[in-house]
C-alpha cells in the first residue's frame, strides 16, 4: 500500500496554528496575520487565492503547493514575526516571551553562542515539531549562521536593533520553510 503524498496547509490549518505557535501581542490578543494592521489576511480573496472552497462555485479545497501560496507564505511570515518580537519587546519574564525564550536581546553569536543555540532548538521544536539535543550542534548550524550573518548584515544603528533584525530573519527563514508546511 503507498504511503499518502506529502500536502500543504490549508488555510483553515494556518487560521488554527499561527496564534498557537505565535501566542498572543502584547494586549493578549492571539497573533495572526493582518493586513493593515487589523484586517485578518485569511479572509476574502487571499483565502481564496490560497485555495479555500466558497461552497459556491468551489468546493474542493485547492492544496497543491503554487508560487502565489510561497508569496503569501512569505508575507504572513514577516507579519507574524514582526507581531511575535514587538510583543516578546515587552515581555521581561523569559518564560512568557515566545520568540526570544532563551536568548535575551542583546546576546550574540559572539557574546553567547549557548544562549543563541539554545534559542535556536526551541525555536526548531516550536516551529517544526523537531527536537534538536543540546550536543547537535550541526543541526542548528545553518540557523546560527543565517542569525550571525544578519546581525551583520543589519544596517540598524545600535546592536540591539542588529540582533532584532537577525531573530526576524531567523523566525520568516522557519515559517518560511518547507518543515513548515508540508506533512
Request: hydrophobic fraction near 45%; include cysteine.
Amino acid at each position: 500500500r503507498a504511503s499518502a503524498a506529502p500536502r500543504r496547509l490549508s488555510v483553515d490549518q494556518w487560521r488554527a496554528s499561527f496564534p498557537v505557535i505565535f501566542g498572543s501581542d502584547s494586549k493578549g490578543r492571539p497573533i495572526t496575520w493582518n493586513l493593515d494592521g487589523n484586517k485578518p489576511a485569511l479572509e476574502g480573496s487571499i483565502a481564496a487565492s490560497l485555495g479555500e472552497p466558497d461552497y459556491i462555485v468551489n468546493t474542493d479545497e485547492a492544496l497543491e503547493p503554487s508560487l502565489l501560496y510561497v508569496k503569501f507564505a512569505d508575507d504572513a511570515a514577516r507579519s507574524l514575526c514582526t507581531q511575535v518580537l514587538d510583543a516578546d519587546d515587552v515581555r521581561t519574564d523569559p518564560n512568557t516571551r515566545v520568540l526570544l525564550r532563551f536568548a535575551s536581546k542583546e546576546d550574540s553569536v559572539a557574546s553567547n553562542a549557548a544562549a543563541i543555540d539554545a534559542n535556536l532548538r526551541y525555536l526548531k521544536l516550536r516551529f517544526h515539531g523537531i527536537y534538536v539535543p543540546k550536543e547537535d550542534t550541526a543541526a542548528t548550524e545553518p540557523l546560527r549562521n543565517l542569525f550571525a550573518a544578519a546581525a551583520l548584515a543589519s544596517t540598524a544603528p545600535e546592536p540591539i536593533q542588529k540582533t532584532r533584525d537577525a531573530w526576524k530573519v531567523v523566525c520568516v527563514a522557519l515559517v518560511t520553510a518547507p518543515e513548515f508546511h508540508v506533512y
